[in-house]
């Protein structure tokens, strides 16, 4: 199993719905969790990150953790267009390396 | 002007060159890190550096190395480029009182013909 494995799309949801974003993680990655966001020929920027089981929010963004079932998800309410993009989930580990997942590819359809 | 800077933008060189790319950083932060992106793969870590005196290798680092100049400056060099290391090369920065958020910078597009 990769470290960090994500669904790549492509995911399309029409423009004002929640897309859902979901992420898992293997045993090597266990420390902090972080969503990226790259627009096509960009660099990735940073989203959001979370450390903790739950729910944390910011703004539209709604990041989950569960630990015990290794995954953690993105929810972005109010889709824009945008907000098309890849989602990048990465995990942080124990040593301090960061493994990225492949992303998955979101259109927001107008 | 942006944060992390990376030299050069974009660069097409043949099988068998040395190449090097370069990142600087006006952060301030400590943490350096060399990616290379390919579609279906993600981003991979090649190299990371949490000081001058410390450089680690990460999940790819094979066919390349790295040196860190100074605290703003790291550099990723490919002594004998081959063409599977055409990529997209990102360079990012953290700091670790923000819980290790990383900057990216505009990326290196490479090219190994």
């Known amino acids: 199993q990769k470290e960090v494995e994500q669904n790549s799309g492509p995911l399309s949801v029409p423009e004002g719905a929640i897309a859902s974003l979901n992420c898992t993680y293997s045993?090597?990655?266990?420390?902090?969790f972080f969503w990226y966001r790259q627009y096509s020929g960009k660099s990735p920027e940073l989203i959001m990150s979370?450390?903790?089981?739950g729910d944390k929010e910011d703004g539209r963004f709604t990041a989950q953790l569960n630990k015990a079932s290794q995954y953690v998800s993105l929810l972005i309410r109010d889709s824009q267009p945008s907000d098309s993009a890849t989602y990048l989930c990465?995990?942080?580990?124990?040593?301090?390396?960061?493994?990225f997942g492949t992303g998955t590819s979101l259109t927001v359809i107008p | 002007d942006a944060d992390v800077t990376q030299t050069p933008r974009n660069r097409i060189t043949k099988t068998g060159k040395r190449i090097m790319l370069e990142c600087s950083q006006t952060?301030?932060?400590?943490?350096m890190y060399w990616y290379r992106q390919d579609p279906g793969l993600g981003l991979r870590l090649i190299y990371y550096?949490?000081?001058?005196?410390?450089?680690n290798k990460g999940e790819i680092s094979d066919g390349y190395s790295v040196s860190r100049q100074a605290q703003a400056k790291f550099s990723l060099s490919l002594e004998s480029a081959i063409p599977n290391q055409t990529a997209l090369y990102f360079c990012?920065?953290?700091?670790?009182?923000?819980?290790?958020?990383?900057?990216f910078g505009p990326g290196t597009r490479l090219t190994v013909l």
């Open positions: 990012a920065t953290s700091q670790a009182v923000e819980a290790d958020t990383q900057y």
């Open positions: 045993d090597r990655v266990s420390q902090s």
């Open positions: 979370i450390y903790s089981n």
């Open positions: 990465a995990g942080q580990n124990t040593g301090n390396q960061f493994y």
């Open positions: 952060k301030g932060h400590d943490r």
């Open positions: 550096s949490f000081d001058v005196k410390d450089i």
